[in-house]
């Protein structure tokens, strides 16, 4: 773009933060440019709107710098930056994706991707790089692992570098792809672990302000980014322009907010494991959780999310969702104000009854 991708202050009018430029459509300079861009070659300036728009271009190279990245990918939404990262597969493909997943990414993969695109998704909790290797090898088909961690709801922790070493090690050119939306890049990067591409709802901790619906996806590979703009410019799920130059608003207090995301966290997990009526606290953050060695190996911070088994089940969990006065009973995350969530029946409603209990999503849990 024609636009620096970081501001620096360097504007002719002399403002220090970037401006919005909020274009549309940007005009061919000169005419050879037509003939460029019919010949497939690199262009001068700006081209169309749908993949080279200023604001989304500066706020894209910002995301992928902070991922230890070359290239960012931006969209609508998180759940936008999911299907477009199953385009990257063929009919007839399939997924190996952790069990314990965010409601929205199952219902894609169920009830869309599954019967419209052909791809067969495969679940299994991904804790054990051996069993991992071993279904990438048995499954020939298998093109994509794909994981969350920490998972949503259960805050399971899932061994980025291992699953990584096993896939290749199975079988080359299967991508792994993470969902990094929990701890953004400021607790962890997939990337430096060995992912092949990150996912992520910006609507959550990047944005922060529960003011923008976004998705990016994250890359250093400069085949699968040729991949992505192309799919991007079919599609057409962009960025607008106002909600890029939220987002990078957003991101210049991520650290801050993310630390103390943190430690609200660990403070509101360390007076629940001492409840009385609490039957279980998940989070990685705390010594109790199993994966709590992994967790401080892998992330730099253990992020604001939380999830606890109330005692009397659904009844419990009710009870304590009445009575709540500082955290609001709603589904999102990663803004500044405290939500709380009954995933049953509200984030992972959607999610088959027999999946739901096999992984631990019963009526008595609760998310932070």
């Not at 970037?18 to 497939?40: K, W």
């Not at 259960?154 to 990584?164: R, Y």
Request: with cysteine; aromatic share 6%.
């Amino acid at each position: 773009a024609s636009v620096p991708p970081l501001w620096h202050g360097r504007d002719p009018c002399g403002t220090a933060v970037r401006p919005l430029d909020g274009g549309g459509d940007h005009a061919y300079q000169p005419l050879d440019d037509i003939r460029a861009a019919l010949a497939r070659e690199p262009l001068r300036g700006v081209r169309v709107w749908a993949v080279e728009q200023p604001d989304a271009a500066a706020y894209e190279q910002c995301i992928a710098k902070l991922e230890g990245a070359r290239h960012g990918v931006a969209l609508a939404s998180g759940m936008a930056a999911t299907a477009m990262a199953i385009h990257l597969l063929a009919p007839g493909d399939q997924v190996l994706a952790c069990d314990d997943m965010y409601g929205g990414t199952s219902r894609y993969f169920r009830t869309v991707a599954a019967p419209n695109n052909s791809i067969e998704f495969l679940l299994d909790p991904l804790t054990d790089s051996a069993q991992v290797g071993s279904l990438v090898a048995q499954h020939p088909r298998l093109r994509m692992v794909w994981l969350e961690t920490p998972t949503n709801p259960l805050l399971k922790v899932i061994d980025i570098a291992a699953v990584v070493a096993a896939v290749r090690a199975a079988r080359e050119g299967v991508l792994v792809v993470v969902d990094n939306t929990f701890l953004s890049p400021y607790f962890q990067r997939p990337l430096s672990l060995g992912a092949d591409l990150v996912v992520h709802s910006v609507t959550k901790y990047i944005n922060g302000h529960s003011d923008v619906l976004g998705g990016m996806l994250v890359t250093d590979s400069d085949e699968l980014h040729a991949r992505l703009r192309r799919l991007q410019n079919s599609v057409g799920a962009v960025q607008a322009p106002f909600d890029s130059f939220l987002a990078m608003r957003g991101v210049k207090t991520l650290h801050l907010r993310m630390r103390q995301h943190a430690a609200n966290a660990m403070a509101v997990a360390t007076f629940l494991e001492a409840h009385p009526k609490v039957e279980r606290v998940l989070y990685p953050g705390l010594a109790s959780h199993p994966d709590h060695e992994l967790a401080k190996r892998q992330m730099a911070g253990f992020g604001g999310m939380i999830s606890f088994y109330c005692r009397g089940g659904l009844a419990g969990a009710t009870a304590f969702l009445e009575h709540t006065r500082i955290f609001q009973l709603a589904e999102s995350l990663g803004g500044v104000e405290s939500l709380a969530g009954l995933p049953v029946v509200m984030t992972h409603a959607s999610v088959p009854e027999e999946q739901r209990i096999k992984v631990g999503v019963t009526g008595g849990l609760v998310r932070l």
